[in-house]
């Protein structure tokens, strides 16, 4: 079963605007993690939180996470038509083995910005 | 930062011929790997993991003898689609993980199969 569900499916947004992007799962976690895909291309991590922490910053990007509620968001400031792109966020389980590190991906945000 | 270098990246070929794909970590030894299919504007979906010097693990609904898994060295893994079918065309994606603890999936770039 799909552990994470991004929403919304697609996002168009102006530059200059900020991206939000939401992500919920179903079983406890260890780390919880975003990426994000060009199209045709391999994906690249962004960032990491894990289940112990609640707000996590990189650049223009800032990650919650509401583990009380299971779900995490992406934000991304001051968009620019370099973010289009697809975003995942995937899940680490809790109670995977300490050599496991196997991800379960939601179906991602597509993200559009317009210049 | 980390590199997993994945080729081909496209490949086209007919229908009953087997297709190698191979991924490589550049600058770590990664035990484990990972081999995802992602079909158009969906997720990536796990086939199996692949793990150095041994069997790997398949995801159920994944056949086993269709999708040959080789895991020979620390740095490369294969992933070997035989008796190719056009329902076997889809974006093949590669990961590896770094031994350091909590550090995230590399990603190869992916290799697009078109089987005619």
């Known amino acids: 079963s799909q552990q994470g569900e991004e929403d919304p499916q697609a996002l168009s947004i102006q530059e200059g605007e900020n991206a939000t992007m939401n992500c919920s799962y179903k079983?406890?976690?260890?780390?919880l993690q975003w990426y994000r895909q060009n199209s045709g291309r391999g994906l690249v991590h962004l960032i990491l939180i894990r289940s112990n922490e609640r707000e996590k910053h990189s650049g223009r990007l800032r990650v919650t996470l509401d583990t009380s509620k299971k779900s995490s968001s992406l934000l991304i400031t001051a968009s620019r038509a370099a973010d289009t792109a697809s975003y995942f966020c995937a899940t680490k389980g809790a109670y995977s083995g300490a050599g496991s590190y196997q991800l379960t991906f939601g179906k991602g945000t597509k993200l559009s910005v317009i210049p | 930062g980390a590199v997993v270098s994945q080729h081909p990246s496209r490949v086209i070929c007919k229908s009953g011929t087997s297709v190698k794909i191979e991924c490589r970590s550049l600058d770590f030894q990664a035990t484990t790997m990972f081999w995802y299919r992602q079909f158009p504007k969906k997720s990536l979906m796990l086939m199996a993991t692949s793990n150095e010097g041994s069997k790997a693990t398949y995801e159920q609904g994944v056949e086993k003898d269709k999708f040959l898994i080789n895991h020979a060295s620390l740095t490369l893994s294969t992933l070997t689609v035989t008796s190719a079918h056009p329902e076997d065309s889809s974006f093949y994606i590669c990961?590896?993980?770094?031994?350091?603890?909590?550090?995230?999936?590399?990603f190869g770039n992916g290799t697009r199969l078109t089987v005619t």
């Open positions: 990961s590896a993980s770094s031994p350091r603890p909590n550090s995230p999936l590399h």
């Open positions: 079983t406890s976690i260890n780390n």
